[in-house]
Nanobody
Framework: QVQLVESGGGLAQPGGSLRLSCAAS????????MSWARQAPGKGLEWVAG????????YYAESVQGRFTISRDNAKNTLYLQMNSLKPEDTALYYC???????????????????????WGQGTQVTVSS
């Protein structure tokens, strides 16, 4: 069955960096677009970034544009999110999600619906605080 396992979360200072990973199994990773999403305490689910199956096209929410970079290694069945210039408002539980298509939307309205993706990981906590 499909498994998505996120890792790399933790505590970072404002202005710092973290790199999240999502290990995928149970499906042909290279055939599907993937996304990262997050949920802050007391708030709805927010789409963060999406990437096409071949890694050629990438899209970002305005809130992270220029600070976060999504990437993937299809040989390793792994999705990444490099997060730089972190802000306290980036504090959230971060999820990777599998798209049922090979391409990603250019954006998703808030709040994101879990049904927009067919599989989700359990999430990794990112806390940005001094």
């Amino acid at each position: 069955q499909v498994q998505l396992v996120e890792s790399g979360g933790g505590l970072a200072q404002p202005g710092g960096s973290l790199r999240l990973s999502c290990a995928a199994s149970g499906f042909t990773f290279s055939r599907y677009a993937m996304s990262w999403a997050r949920q802050a305490p007391g708030k709805g689910l927010e789409w963060v970034a999406g990437i096409y199956s071949d890694g050629g096209d990438k899209y970002y929410a305005e809130s992270v544009q220029g600070r976060f970079t999504i990437s993937r290694d299809n040989a390793k069945n792994t999705l990444y999110l490099q997060m730089n210039s972190l802000k306290p408002e980036d504090t959230a539980l971060y999820y990777c999600a599998k798209d049922p298509r090979s391409y990603s939307n250019t954006y998703y309205t808030y709040p994101l619906h879990r049904a927009d993706f067919d599989s989700w990981g359990q999430g990794t906590q990112v806390t940005v605080s001094s």
